[in-house]
């Protein structure tokens, strides 16, 4: 059993009551079990966090539906999500957060976190009604993919989420700098001819967000770090004592601007993969705590959106079923011990949502995973339980192989 | 990954680009080229090799001297030639492009000349091909984006053989809109694989690829320094709509500095040749003087344009 949030790793059984954990170790006095999971040579892990899986609910239901991705989610070993708020009408009113949680919790399955619009329509020019969507549910306010064209707009909806402590998420992306790029300008575009999208564009708008942090003392949560650049600015930030977290995207961790080859359109993502020293920095800044978390930044995307022109190729790939392998081998690779590796998708996020979960403690939620980290597999479209089937690893050979996910104590997926 | 357009053993099933093309393969494609050259001099300019053959001309942009030059190549080795400007059909009714594709493959289509708007749409269409088990149909990369325009590339390449007889000694450079343009990337591609020692790019930093200097180039922003010593060079158009805005101030100023003018080519070995891939904005990129001068090899470059197309046509899907 590993809990990187209490500094607990070791073989130990779990029992579970009503839905909560009911104690460690030690069964509690005239214990008597319904049911006894044996996971002997298997990790006992807290439910996975997930700081970015898009649903797809609603509005591109014929990509995905919620059915299928919530399933995704479970056989993922995920058990809260968040979701950003581009779904098609955006999330930027009460009743469409009640919906989806509503949907959410009517599929009993992992916990939906929604992230409301910063902006009504994400069209950044007028602040959404913060304080109704947070009681809807919203745990953070966000402009997804959607620029902020106007720095003063960004001022005002920071100062009014720092009014009332709400947490705001960016994206660090300059609206004009990036403006119609699809690929990290650097050597790859420059053989390729794809249109550029700089490292600056990420700098310039994190110097921004960072100033604006330091006036206002929101907290805010920088989503899908991609260049070295902004990794030294975020570390600086910190060092400075500025209320700011962020993370990366699983796939950032182990792709570069070079997988690209020729045109592959499975690696049009956003943000861009970057050059082989961006993708370094990220690892190394996961390592050293200046990225807290690590998140699957799932996109379903079908076929039709794939088989495109790699500029005319919808941007995403499929990850929530992803997100364990792809950090248990980059913890491989940079000798971070198991634990380490759980702490990125389990206590570091569930912090950054400020939510009860992604840890074991007696008397809390249940929400359990149970995987086989040694256990290899193949990325195939038929191993996957989300209806979106691309991902730059597809054929790839990952470790981590999900066995049981509870949620709330009741199993909702088994292997 | 390996390029779709070479087979497992090497060999050549599509044409998209010259970049990783070994350097036997272009020297074969122009040495094919040199007796089509040949052919246009006689009184019936014609070879079977093509015979019963379908080529589709799919023009996803409009272009009307590429698709003419190709439509004459394929007709001088007796193919049928379709021409479609799909910019103006399918895709306007939400038909995809493989969808297109596969449509015309239905009609027993051998050879598809590919034009698109988008970097990389011939890659996507052979990938596709290939992995269907079509490998029989060939891709031609008539220019996609601002990635690769090979043919035009091995007709530059053909003429600067013509003139210079070998790479490996030269200096070469390219002036201009480097960003954007595929001849440019198509040609640097070409000569540093043919072993030209020293290939130069010269303009503006709004204008050149940021890691262009990766590509084997030396990069120089002020022209008499760039044109110091070449033996070719090289003239990019310059697109209307690249004049103004943010990119340039004026066509007036860009002349100034990146104009090819007689006293600018003097700096040039006094045997070098000038060469621009058409159409010419006469006063913008290059001044009358040397577009008509004696060191202008700009119309030859049109002629040998077709028997290079013939040549890479005849290898796709000749006997």
Same mark, same amino acid.
């Given at each position: 059993? #590993?809990?990187?949030?209490?500094?607990?790793?070791?073989?130990?059984?779990?029992?579970?009551?009503?839905?909560?954990?009911?104690?460690?170790?030690?069964?509690?006095?005239?214990?008597?079990?319904?049911?006894?999971?044996?996971?002997?040579?298997?990790?006992?892990?807290?439910?996975?966090?997930?700081?970015?899986?898009?649903?797809?609910?609603?509005?591109?239901?014929?990509?995905?539906?919620?059915?299928?991705?919530?399933?995704?989610?479970?056989?993922?070993?995920?058990?809260?999500?968040?979701?950003?708020?581009?779904?098609?009408?955006?999330?930027?009113?009460?009743?469409?957060?009640?919906?989806?949680?509503?949907?959410?919790?009517?599929?009993?399955?992992?916990?939906?976190?929604?992230?409301?619009?910063?902006?009504?329509?994400?069209?950044?020019?007028?602040?959404?009604?913060?304080?109704?969507?947070?009681?809807?549910?919203?745990?953070?306010?966000?402009?997804?993919?959607?620029?902020?064209?106007?720095? %003063?707009?960004?001022?005002?909806?920071?100062?009014?989420?720092?009014?009332?402590?709400?947490?705001?998420?960016?994206?660090?992306?300059?609206?004009?700098?990036?403006?119609?790029?699809?690929?990290?300008?650097?050597?790859?575009?420059?053989?390729?001819?794809?249109?550029?999208?700089?490292?600056?564009?990420?700098?310039?708008?994190?110097?921004?967000?960072?100033?604006?942090?330091?006036?206002?003392?929101?907290?805010?949560?920088?989503?899908?770090?991609?260049?070295?650049?902004?990794?030294?600015?975020?570390?600086?930030?910190?060092?400075?004592?500025?209320?700011?977290?962020?993370?990366?995207?699983?796939?950032?961790?182990?792709?570069?601007?070079?997988?690209?080859?020729?045109?592959?359109?499975?690696?049009?993502?956003?943000?861009?993969?970057?050059?082989?020293?961006?993708?370094?920095?990220?690892?190394?800044?996961?390592?050293?705590?200046?990225?807290?978390?690590?998140?699957?930044?799932?996109?379903?995307?079908?076929?039709?959106?794939?088989?495109?022109?790699?500029?005319?190729?919808?941007?995403?790939?499929?990850?929530?079923?992803?997100?364990?392998?792809?950090?248990?081998?980059?913890?491989?690779?940079?000798?971070?011990?198991?634990?380490?590796?759980?702490?990125? #998708?389990?206590?570091?996020?569930?912090?950054?949502?400020?939510?009860?979960?992604?840890?074991?403690?007696?008397?809390?939620?249940?929400?359990?995973?149970?995987?086989?980290?040694?256990?290899?597999?193949?990325?195939?479209?038929?191993?996957?339980?989300?209806?979106?089937?691309?991902?730059?690893?597809?054929?790839?050979?990952?470790?981590?192989?999900? %066995?049981?996910?509870?949620?709330?104590?009741?199993?909702?997926?088994?292997? | 990954?390996?390029?779709?357009?070479?087979?497992?053993?090497?060999?050549?099933?599509?044409?998209?680009?010259?970049?990783?093309?070994?350097?036997?393969?272009?020297?074969?494609?122009?040495?094919?080229?040199?007796?089509?050259?040949?052919?246009?001099?006689?009184?019936?300019?014609?070879?079977?090799?093509?015979?019963?053959?379908?080529?589709?001309?799919?023009?996803?942009?409009?272009?009307?001297?590429?698709?003419?030059?190709?439509?004459?190549?394929?007709?001088?080795?007796?193919?049928?030639?379709?021409?479609?400007? #799909?910019?103006?059909?399918?895709?306007?009714?939400?038909?995809?492009?493989?969808?297109?594709?596969?449509?015309?493959?239905?009609?027993?289509?051998?050879?598809?000349?590919?034009?698109?708007?988008?970097?990389?749409?011939?890659?996507?269409?052979?990938?596709?091909?290939?992995?269907?088990?079509?490998?029989?149909?060939?891709?031609?990369?008539?220019?996609?984006?601002?990635?690769?325009?090979?043919?035009?590339?091995?007709?530059?390449?053909?003429?600067?053989?013509?003139?210079?007889?070998?790479?490996?000694?030269?200096?070469?450079?390219?002036?201009?809109?480097?960003?954007?343009?595929?001849?440019?990337?198509?040609? #640097?591609?070409?000569?540093?694989?043919?072993?030209?020692?020293?290939?130069?790019?010269?303009?503006?930093?709004?204008?050149?690829?940021?890691?262009?200097?990766?590509?084997?180039?030396?990069?120089?922003?002020?022209?008499?320094?760039?044109?110091?010593?070449?033996?070719?060079?090289?003239?990019?158009?310059?697109?209307?709509?690249?004049?103004?805005?943010?990119?340039?101030?004026?066509?007036?100023?860009?002349?100034?500095?990146?104009?090819?003018?007689?006293?600018?080519?003097?700096?040039?070995?006094?045997?070098?040749?000038?060469?621009?891939?058409?159409?010419?904005?006469?006063?913008?990129?290059?001044?009358?003087?040397?577009?008509?001068?004696?060191?202008?090899?700009?119309?030859?470059?049109?002629?040998?344009?077709?028997?290079?197309?013939?040549?890479?046509?005849?290898?796709?899907?000749?006997?």
């Amino acid at each position: 059993m #590993i809990d990187p949030g209490q500094g607990i790793d070791k073989v130990a059984s779990l029992y579970i009551a009503a839905g909560k954990v009911a104690a460690v170790g030690t069964a509690p006095s005239g214990w008597s079990a319904n049911r006894v999971l044996d996971a002997a040579g298997l990790v006992v892990a807290p439910g996975f966090v997930d700081l970015a899986a898009r649903l797809r609910e609603p509005g591109f239901e014929y990509k995905a539906t919620l059915e299928s991705e919530m399933a995704a989610a479970v056989a993922g070993g995920v058990t809260s999500l968040a979701c950003p708020p581009d779904t098609d009408p955006p999330l930027d009113e009460p009743g469409l957060v009640e919906m989806l949680k509503h949907r959410a919790r009517s599929l009993n399955q992992a916990h939906v976190y929604p992230v409301g619009a910063l902006t009504v329509g994400l069209r950044g020019n007028d602040l959404t009604e913060m304080g109704e969507l947070t009681e809807a549910g919203c745990v953070a306010f966000s402009q997804a993919e959607a620029p902020l064209v106007d720095t %003063q707009v960004l001022q005002r909806a920071m100062q009014y989420a720092a009014t009332f402590g709400y947490r705001v998420w960016l994206r660090a992306q300059d609206p004009h700098l990036g403006k119609g790029g699809v690929a990290h300008e650097g050597v790859v575009a420059t053989r390729l001819g794809l249109p550029g999208i700089p490292s600056v564009a990420e700098t310039i708008a994190l110097a921004t967000i960072l100033a604006l942090v330091r006036d206002t003392g929101v907290r805010v949560h920088l989503a899908r770090l991609s260049t070295a650049e902004g990794v030294a600015l975020v570390r600086a930030a910190k060092r400075d004592g500025l209320p700011v977290t962020c993370d990366v995207a699983a796939h950032h961790l182990h792709l570069c601007d070079v997988d690209i080859g020729w045109f592959d359109a499975q690696c049009r993502l956003v943000p861009p993969l970057r050059s082989d020293r961006d993708r370094a920095a990220l690892r190394a800044g996961l390592a050293d705590g200046t990225i807290d978390a690590v998140c699957s930044d799932h996109t379903p995307v079908d076929d039709d959106g794939k088989q495109l022109p790699f500029g005319e190729a919808e941007p995403g790939a499929t990850g929530l079923e992803l997100l364990l392998p792809l950090t248990l081998k980059w913890a491989a690779a940079e000798k971070i011990p198991l634990a380490g590796a759980l702490a990125r #998708i389990t206590a570091a996020p569930a912090a950054v949502l400020g939510i009860d979960a992604g840890h074991l403690l007696p008397g809390h939620p249940a929400d359990v995973c149970v995987f086989d980290p040694d256990g290899q597999w193949v990325v195939e479209p038929k191993a996957l339980q989300s209806q979106g089937k691309n991902t730059p690893f597809l054929g790839l050979e990952l470790p981590g192989k999900v %066995q049981i996910t509870l949620v709330g104590g009741q199993v909702v997926f088994e292997a | 990954m390996r390029n779709p357009q070479l087979d497992a053993n090497g060999g050549l099933t599509h044409l998209l680009t010259l970049e990783g093309l070994p350097a036997e393969v272009i020297v074969r494609i122009l040495d094919t080229a040199v007796p089509f050259a040949s052919i246009a001099e006689r009184d019936v300019k014609k070879v079977p090799l093509l015979r019963g053959r379908s080529v589709f001309n799919l023009f996803f942009e409009s272009s009307t001297r590429t698709r003419t030059t190709f439509e004459i190549a394929a007709k001088r080795l007796s193919a049928d030639v379709i021409n479609l400007n #799909i910019g103006a059909s399918s895709t306007n009714k939400g038909e995809t492009l493989l969808d297109t594709v596969d449509n015309l493959v239905a009609m027993n289509a051998d050879m598809f000349v590919v034009r698109h708007g988008q970097s990389g749409a011939p890659h996507l269409i052979a990938t596709h091909l290939n992995r269907t088990g079509r490998t029989h149909v060939h891709v031609v990369n008539a220019g996609d984006g601002r990635h690769a325009h090979p043919t035009q590339g091995l007709l530059d390449l053909f003429t600067i053989r013509h003139y210079k007889r070998d790479f490996r000694g030269l200096t070469v450079a390219v002036v201009g809109d480097v960003l954007h343009s595929r001849v440019a990337r198509s040609l #640097i591609h070409g000569l540093t694989t043919l072993g030209t020692p020293e290939v130069r790019v010269i303009g503006p930093q709004t204008l050149l690829p940021a890691a262009v200097s990766a590509m084997g180039v030396h990069v120089y922003h002020d022209m008499r320094e760039g044109l110091m010593g070449c033996d070719v060079v090289v003239m990019l158009r310059l697109q209307n709509e690249r004049m103004k805005g943010a990119l340039l101030p004026s066509a007036g100023e860009y002349f100034k500095h990146y104009g090819l003018t007689p006293e600018k080519l003097a700096l040039a070995k006094a045997d070098a040749i000038v060469m621009h891939p058409g159409p010419m904005n006469r006063g913008v990129e290059i001044d009358s003087a040397v577009a008509d001068g004696e060191r202008s090899v700009i119309l030859p470059q049109v002629t040998f344009g077709i028997a290079v197309r013939m040549a890479v046509m005849s290898m796709l899907a000749g006997p």
